[in-house]
């Protein structure tokens, strides 16, 4: 045999990854000296050289295979040992060398992340054919005995090194022991094994050898020790000491007759408390240490005539949360230990032999409060100690936060408060009048006393581990090592001495991150029919989509139903929200870790005759549709991330793995395709909006939640909604209902409202309440209907916040003429929503949608305006034109996103105004938009689905252009004329126009004037005669202001015509001559400032009279600005106004309209151009 081959060796640092196999991937450096050689990947063995601890420790060598892919890159860092590396040289140069291996293979061997290591590749070494392995523990035998079919079809595929056994680093010095060998034996089971022989051998200086293709392969198995039997020597000392030497030789030789070790069973572990209603008897079982297995399990070789057993959960290494590097492990002296001992009962009702129930207070010991689902270990438990061995046991207390101050300090080191703690600590955990508790059962040495559901705990106590202190003369019994050490009762006079405080382990601190917790029965109301309907699918293994628009309360409903199954059929619930992981810096590679540990806990959690489920919240969020009008990557990524989750759903939610899936999306068409259609649910669940009568018991359940609990406490299971401890503050807030609150009435103003809308709503009323309890200073907080009245104004709910809504003051009163219109238009939308339980029983159909045509300005857009303010329905308009778009498919989705606006603003009316120009007819278009827009309107309007809660209303002045499959009955039922008023209904527009008008007596007091109007009319439309009106009015207001104007000009020219006569004095008179003398500056100053007083008082008094006359003048002109309808102004505009419709157009029209109605046949058309009146001709 040629000796093996040596490739290029490199420096690098080990990274940890999820592998699962012994093989490593290489840096890319070495990958191209392979590939360039062509090296096949089988025939290649790496050599990983490191020195474990400190520097001077002597180097070791671990062997591996490789997985042909190259590692991913890492850039160095930019400041070395030796100080700043250059940056000269390509970015090849600077990126650090990385081996990547399996995160679980390297915690075997004791490899950390980051560790500086050699690489050293090896090619075409020697080949062994025969493999003798053998496991390193027993519980690695069990697993291996579970999944020995596994092993023997996939051990080539994980294992390709194979450390040689008996290789010797130098010539006369002892073997190397072999490292261990990691098998990853099933998603969450892995099993540890060594190499005990290679065949043929290899050479002694040869340190590995090649795993064969057709190798065989040997499992050695690995028995547990007898677990009442010592050495050989014991025996033989305890038989010498009987009277006759043949009596010892007797014994000896009987050894093969004493019973062998009882076997260990794995068991699905239960939490007692998760599964009550399997428990016939309601006997107290939190103070005691117990485990519950089948009746029938108690008649085996394994549990006959035992009383206590060891319990131990089983935790799978790959599912365990990362531990933070910086936690301080507990000393030896101070280790919990991971398995107890605790007493064995029959469960006469248990669901099957695989189950094992646990009491609170083992759970709570184990660190597996609430567990449904999972492994546990019972074995025979060693024989106790005796009482007298025991001196003294030895309380670890745990430390706590540092936040807290009250209570006693336990673990102090003053000798009267560790008295004290000692005190306390046997009042806690012994029951209360002797009856049962901790201390009274079997105690374990390293067991932890945590707290459970039902312990008084005084302030300060964190749980903490005991150690049972033994006599030297146990010491001296000879017993094995690894056996558990317990003690079956505490006595009494036992000293409890208590140490410093030392950290949690591990496995107590850390929790399953995706664990649902778990929910309140009683927080869903109305919707028993769509629980039922989950649990039934959920329970027969059939995966599910739960679909609902924002606020519908899936995420509630989900978890609801989670926490039913896991009570009532035991599943292992899991729920993660994928909203935490959607962010586009978030790379793939993590995404898929996180969902593939969510299964395999899930896998984990259903072994044993178990099923899970996981729930997948806002799944949509994840993996959204893809869009045609979207541009960049996010389409990319998210088939990308699709496909990675329909592949992991499909891995672990296959028939008889015993994990099944719940995800919610806002809907179907939110969800990429992908997922959708990959068959990975088989049923799509709609969470519609409530009605009326689920709404009102709602409203009623979410009032009461606060001082009125008592009244809603005897309600059965889901009569109460979201009363969950929230964040709403109106739970305790002590609000009292009115007993006049007509939840009926409230819950019929809430049409389209969802769960948490009304949520919102009461939320909103409570607040109300406060403010106006404030106001009043009465202090009574009472909640009544004037409160529900103002939470409801300018609130919108979640549903309507992007529907483009309109409104319209516009009401029947306001509108003249068109009697039977707006009858059928009263008859067809109010009556069904207003008398709605009435309508509810009615075995036909209701008309759903309506056809408004007629001439123009009759009043057909003006009838769907005030449907909007007279019926009380949401309104939606949608102007024809703009709905067309010039991309393939984008007018059909502007129809289908109309319509689901409509759905999600039920009840509504949707208004086409000008529907000719979207839905004519089809096979006239030479680009086909219109043909596909009608298609899809015929689907929406009358498809498979209904429409429930909307109403079409459409208007049109060319009703002989509208496809007719659109006239049919089941789309638009009924067509109504708004024709031509005549005299009464010119009459009536008239008045109805001149309602905000201010007349004169001779137009208000007399119909004459009116009557005579109406005639002149003639051949008038609606839109004609508020034409007039307006003319009207304009004459009006001109002839006002021309009065104005000539007033203002007479005013002028009256002041220009008036004489100003004003007079100078010129020279002294005698007067002042006389008194002239002389005069000092400070009497002419005052003077001066006496004159300027005097001239300032003037100034003032004139301002306030000019003031004063321009109110007075402003008082007048708006009296004389007031505008008075005369008749005189409304004969000037009957002179100006013509009618908008000729005789010549109105003759057309009407023969159009007789056309419509009379000369329509239930024949299709054959797609050629239609000759009749108003035909389209084609443009093709």
């Known amino acids: 045999m040629a000796p093996p081959r040596r490739a290029h060796s490199t420096a690098a640092e080990l990274s940890l990854a999820h592998l699962k196999n012994c093989l490593v991937n290489l840096p890319p450096s070495l990958v191209s000296l392979l590939v360039n050689v062509n090296t096949p990947v089988q025939n290649v063995i790496v050599e990983l050289s490191f020195r474990p601890g400190s520097p001077g420790s002597p180097p070791r060598s671990v062997f591996v295979g ?15 040992r030796h100080g700043a590396m250059g940056m000269r040289g390509s970015i090849r140069d600077h990126e650090a060398q990385v081996v990547e291996m399996d ?29 003798n392995i053998e496991p390193l523990t027993p519980e690695d035998w069990e697993i291996i005995e579970l ?21 010797r680093a130098q010539q006369g010095s002892t073997p190397v022991p072999p490292h261990a060998l990691t098998l990853h034996l099933s998603p969450t089971s892995t099993a540890n094994v060594k190499v005990a022989s290679l065949d043929p051998a290899p050479p002694p200086d040869a340190p590995f050898a090649r795993l064969s293709p057709n190798a065989e392969v040997i499992v050695a198995p690995k028995t547990r020790a007898k677990a009442g039997v010592a050495g050989g020597g014991d025996h033989g000392s305890v038989a010498s000491t009987s009277k006759s030497r043949r009596s010892a030789t007797s014994t000896v030789r009987k050894r093969n007759s004493r019973p062998e070790p009882r076997p260990s069973l794995l068991l699905r572990a239960l939490d007692r408390a998760a599964c009550e209603t399997w428990f016939e008897d309601s006997e107290p079982c939190a103070d005691e240490l117990a485990v519950w297995v089948d009746r029938d399990l108690l008649l085996t070789n394994a549990f006959r005539g035992l009383n206590q057993v060891l319990v131990h959960v089983l935790r799978p290494a790959g599912l365990q949360p990362p531990q933070a590097d910086g936690a301080a492990a507990p000393a030896s002296s101070s280790a919990a230990s991971p398995k107890l001992v605790a007493n064995l009962k029959p469960w006469d009702d248990a669901p099957n032999g695989q189950a094992a129930a646990l009491s609170p207070a083992l759970c709570a010991s184990l660190g597996c409060s609430g567990i449904v689902g999972g492994i546990v270990k019972i074995e025979a438990a060693p024989p106790p100690l005796s009482r007298s061995w025991l001196q003294q046991v030895t309380v670890y207390p745990f430390a706590g936060s540092s936040t807290e101050g009250q209570g006693l300090k336990f673990g102090s080191d003053t000798k009267a408060e560790k008295e004290e703690s000692a005190k306390r600590f046997r009042h806690m955990y012994t029951g209360h009048k002797g009856s049962g508790g901790l201390l009274q059962g079997p105690l374990t040495d390293g067991m932890v006393m945590a707290a459970y559901q039902g312990l008084e705990v005084p ?8 150690r049972l202190e033994c006599s030297k003369d146990s010491a001296s019994q000879d017993r094995p090592k690894d056996a558990t050490m317990w003690t079956a009762q505490l006595d009494a006079k036992t000293p409890i001495d208590f140490q410093p405080a030392q950290p949690r382990p591990w496995w107590l601190v850390e929790s399953h991150p995706f664990e649902l917790q778990p929910v309140d029965d009683s927080i869903l109301v109305g919707v028993d029919g769509l629980l039922a309907k989950l649990q039934s699918h959920l329970a027969h293994m059939t995966s599910v989509m739960l679909t609902g628009s924002m606020g519908s309360g899936k995420t509630l409903m989900a978890k609801h139903v989670a926490s039913r199954l896991r009570k009532e059929s035991l599943f292992y619930t899991l729920y993660f929200c994928c909203r935490k992981l959607v962010n586009d810096e978030t790379r793939i590679s993590t995404i898929k870790e996180t969902l593939d540990c969510i299964f395999m806990s899930a896998s984990w959690g259903a072994r044993l005759g178990g099923r899970g489920l996981v729930v997948l919240d806002d799944l949509d969020r994840l993996c959204p549709a893809e869009t045609e009008l979207q541009v960049g990557n996010d389409n990319g990524r998210s088939r990308q991330v699709s496909e990675m989750v329909r592949c992991v759903v499909r891995q672990y939610c296959s028939p008889g793995d015993g994990v099944v899936l719940l995800a919610t999306a806002e809907g179907k068409d939110c969800i990429n395709k992908v997922v959708t259609g990959g068959h990975l649910v088989s049923d799509i669940v709609e969470l519609k909006a409530p009605d009326k009568e ?30 969950g401890s929230g964040s709403d503050g ?28 009304l949520r919102v709503l009461v939320s909103r009323a409570r607040n109300e309440a406060i403010m106006r309890s404030l106001g009043d200073g009465s202090g009574a907080l009472c909640l009544g209907r004037r409160d529900f009245d103002s939470a409801l104004k300018g609130f919108t709910p979640v549903s309507l916040r992007n529907v483009p809504l309109q409104s319209s003051t516009t009401t029947f009163k306001s509108i003249g003429g068109l009697e039977e219109t707006r009858r059928v238009l009263l008859e067809t939308l109010q009556y069904p929503t207003k008398y709605a339980p009435i309508f509810a029983q009615c075995p036909l159909r209701l008309r759903s949608g309506l056809l408004l045509y007629g001439y123009p300005g009759c009043g057909k857009t003006l009838l769907a305006s005030a449907v909007a303010g007279e019926c009380g329905l949401n309104f939606i308009s949608v102007k024809g034109p703009e709905m067309l778009n010039k991309y393939i498919g984008a007018s059909e989705k502007s129809v289908r996103d109309l319509f689901e606006r409509a759905q999600a603003a039920r009840p509504c009316v949707l208004f086409f105004d000008e529907f000719d120009s979207i839905a004519p007819k089809r096979g006239h278009d030479s680009t086909g938009v219109t043909d596909r827009v009608v298609n899809q309107l015929l689907t929406q309007m009358d498809g498979a689905e209904g429409l429930a809660g909307v109403y079409v209303l459409a208007a049109t002045s060319r009703p002989d252009l509208i496809d007719p499959a659109l006239l049919r009955p089941g789309r638009l039922d009924k067509s109504l004329l708004c024709d031509m008023p005549g005299l009464q209904d010119r009459l009536d527009i008239v008045r109805s126009l001149l309602q905000k008008v201010q007349l004169s007596p001779e137009l208000s007091q007399t119909h004459q004037r009116l009557q005579q109007v109406a005639r002149r009319t003639q051949g008038f439309s609606g839109a004609d005669l508020q034409a007039l009106v307006s003319n009207a009015q304009l004459e009006a207001i001109h002839d006002v202001l021309h009065h104005v104007h000539g007033q203002g000009q007479s005013a002028q020219h009256s002041l220009d015509g008036e004489a100003r006569f004003v007079q100078f004095r010129y020279g002294t008179s005698n007067d002042d001559e006389d008194s002239q003398g002389p005069q000092s500056k400070s009497e002419a100053l005052a003077q001066r400032a006496a004159i300027v007083s005097k001239l300032e008082q003037i100034r003032r008094g004139r301002k306030k009279a000019k003031a004063k006359d321009c109110m007075d003048k402003s008082h007048g002109s708006r009296q004389d600005k007031e505008v008075v309808l005369q008749w005189e102004h409304v004969a000037r505009a009957l002179d100006k106004t013509r009618a908008s419709i000729s005789s010549q157009e109105r003759a057309r029209l009407q023969r159009i309209y007789r056309e419509f109605v009379v000369g329509r046949s239930g024949q299709l058309g054959d797609g050629q151009a239609s000759m009749e009146i108003g035909g389209r001709s084609s443009l093709m």
């Not at 490789?66 to 070395?80: D, E, F, H, N, Q």
């Not at 980051?114 to 090619?123: D, E, N, R, Y």
């Not at 302030?459 to 005991?466: L, N, R």
């Open 66 to 80: 490789w997985t042909g892919m190259p590692s991913k890159r890492r850039p160095a860092p930019l400041v070395g």
């Open 694 to 723: 689920a709404r009102r018991k709602m409203l009623e359940a979410v009032s009461k939640q606060g001082a009125g609990r008592d009244d809603v406490s005897g309600m059965d299971d889901g009569d109460v909604w979201m009363h």
């Open 459 to 466: 302030p300060g106590w964190q749980g903490g581990v005991i």
């Open 730 to 757: 109106g739970d305790g807030n002590g609000l009292a209902v009115d007993s006049s609150v007509d939840f009926v009435d409230i819950a019929g103003l809430t049409d389209g409202y969802m769960a948490g809308d």
């Open 103 to 131: 995160a679980t293979f390297a915690r075997t061997l004791g490899l950390d992340d980051g560790l500086k290591l050699t690489a050293l590749v090896h090619v075409d070494p020697p080949m062994a054919h025969t493999i």
């Open 147 to 167: 999944h020995a079919t596994f092993l023997e079809l996939n051990l080539v595929s994980q294992v390709r090194a194979l450390p040689n056994p008996s290789y």
